[in-house]
């Protein structure tokens, strides 16, 4: 049982260039979620889903998209990215059922944009 | 909209002493509280959780209770130990009413150091 996992660890773009990131998680949770950690402000929403096919926006979508065309896959793109988009990405997934729905994350992606 | 805000940090202690990190939250509703540790390099693993008012979580020695009367959710540990040190988030879930589908509003963090 791997828990949540994200590939890649490390990534440095250019600005404008598009990369991927691929968040898997083998424990049948049907809620997802993309934060970004920023020093300073915690760790704050991007998108999330709450079942296969659906996504919904957070607190902090603009750059970004996702797609969640399988169940354990969330992927979080960036189809420009911008210094801005400098951060450490964590995905994270959640049980449906009841509450308070406890949270396990992934490890994390850092990403520079230079 | 729901929000939550913690200490100011770092927090640097020496090993046995006591140690409280302050949170208190801004919710509609009735909010689930959580606090969740990060290890150097590591992803975020929840600490403890409480669902509603006088609840009080605990785990491996820390606890936290839920005061609504003053809306806060303080971390407090008797003994720490230099395997405490890292970074400890306050966080609440479900506050704004409706189906909140389990998103976390976090607070900024607190780094805690603890030397021998």
């Known amino acids: 049982n791997a828990g949540v996992t994200q590939t890649p660890k490390f990534r440095v773009l250019k600005t404008g260039q598009s990369m991927t990131l691929l968040c898997a998680q083998d424990?049948?949770?049907?809620?997802m979620y993309w934060y970004r950690q920023d020093p300073g402000m915690g760790l704050r929403l991007i998108h999330y889903s709450v079942g296969e096919g659906t996504t919904a926006k957070g607190e902090v979508p603009d750059g970004y998209n996702v797609s969640r065309l399988k169940k354990q896959n969330f992927l979080l793109g960036l189809e420009s990215a911008a210094p801005s988009q400098t951060s450490v990405y964590f995905c994270?997934?959640?049980?449906?059922?009841?509450?308070?729905?406890?949270?396990?994350f992934g490890p994390g992606t850092r990403l520079t944009v230079t | 909209g729901d929000s939550v805000t913690q200490m100011e940090g770092p927090v640097t202690l020496s090993e046995e002493a006591f140690l409280t990190i302050n949170c208190t939250y801004t919710?509609?509703?009735?909010?689930?509280l959580f606090w969740y540790v990060q290890y150097p390099g590591e992803g975020l693993q929840l600490l403890l959780k409480a669902t509603k008012a006088d609840d009080k979580g605990s785990n491996k020695d820390f606890e936290a209770t839920y005061r609504k009367e003053t809306t806060s959710f303080h971390l407090e540990k008797g003994s720490v130990q230099v395997s405490d040190s890292a970074v400890y988030f306050c966080?609440?879930?479900?506050?704004?009413?409706?189906?909140?589908?389990?998103?976390?509003?976090f607070g900024q963090g607190t780094i805690l150091t603890v030397h021998p």
């Open positions: 424990m049948n949770h049907e809620y």
């Open positions: 994270a997934s959640s049980y449906a059922a009841g509450g308070p729905y406890e949270q396990y």
């Open positions: 919710a509609t509703g009735y909010p689930s």
């Open positions: 966080a609440l879930s479900g506050g704004a009413g409706g189906t909140s589908y389990g998103k976390l509003t």
